[in-house]
C-alpha cells in the first residue's frame, strides 16, 4: 500500500492593491467584464481575463442559456476565445471575478470543475503552467499556480490517443 498526496500551496493577498501592476490590471480587466456577462437566470455575472504570451488579453463572461446545460462558464469562453484567435500563443495567467445580483461574492470565485479540466488541457499542449488569480467582493485575492494544483489527477488518459 502506498500513500500519494497532494500538495497544493496558495497565495493570498488581503487587497488588490498588494498585487504587482501587470496582475491588477488583469483583476480589474476580469471584474469589468463581469458588466458583460449574460446571467439572466442565475444573476451570478462571472468574469474572465487571460494574458497570453503575446501579452495580448482575452476576456469573457459566462453565457447562459434557457435549457441551462448549453451555457457556458466565463473561464472556457475566454479560453476559447484565446485559443481560437491566438492558437499558437500560451495562456500564462487568468484572473477570474465575480458579482452576484443576490449576495455578496465572500468565497473567491474558482474555476468549476469543467473549466479546470479544459484550463489543464493548454497547460500540457503548451507545457506552460497557468497562474489563477481568484478574487472575491472584499478585494481579497488568492493564486495558485498552476491549474494542476485545482485538479489533482486530473484526466490525461494517453490510452485515448492510442499510445
Ligand atoms: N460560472 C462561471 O462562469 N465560472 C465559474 O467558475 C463558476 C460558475 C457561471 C456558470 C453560471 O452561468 C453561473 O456562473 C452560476 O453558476
Known amino acids: 500500500m502506498e ?3 497532494h500538495k ?3 497565495t493570498k493577498f ?5 498585487l504587482n501592476k501587470p496582475d491588477q490590471d488583469l483583476v480589474n480587466l476580469a471584474i469589468e467584464a463581469t458588466q458583460n456577462a449574460y446571467a439572466v437566470y442565475s444573476g451570478f455575472h462571472v468574469g474572465a ?3 497570453l504570451s503575446n ?3 482575452i476576456t469573457g463572461t459566462n453565457q447562459e442559456n434557457i435549457a441551462y446545460p448549453s451555457g457556458l462558464c466565463a473561464e472556457r469562453v475566454a479560453a476559447f ?7 499558437k500563443e500560451k495562456i500564462l495567467t487568468i484572473a477570474i471575478a465575480a458579482k452576484s445580483e443576490k449576495a455578496k461574492v465572500v468565497d473567491a470565485v474558482a474555476p468549476c470543475g469543467s473549466c479546470r479540466q479544459a484550463l489543464i488541457e493548454y497547460e500540457l499542449l503548451d507545457k506552460q503552467d497557468i ?4 478574487t472575491n467582493d472584499d478585494d ?13 489527477f486530473f484526466f490525461n488518459s494517453k490510452a485515448v490517443k492510442g499510445s
Open 3 to 5: 500513500k500519494i498526496e
Open 131 to 134: 497562474r489563477i488569480i481568484l
Open 140 to 152: 481579497e485575492v488568492y493564486i495558485v499556480n498552476s491549474v494542476k494544483d485545482l485538479l489533482p
Open 14 to 18: 488581503k487587497s488588490i492593491t498588494e
Open 55 to 57: 501579452n495580448q488579453i
Open 8 to 10: 497544493v500551496t496558495l
Open 81 to 87: 476565445s484565446a485559443k481560437s484567435n491566438f492558437p
Open 49 to 51: 481575463a487571460l494574458l
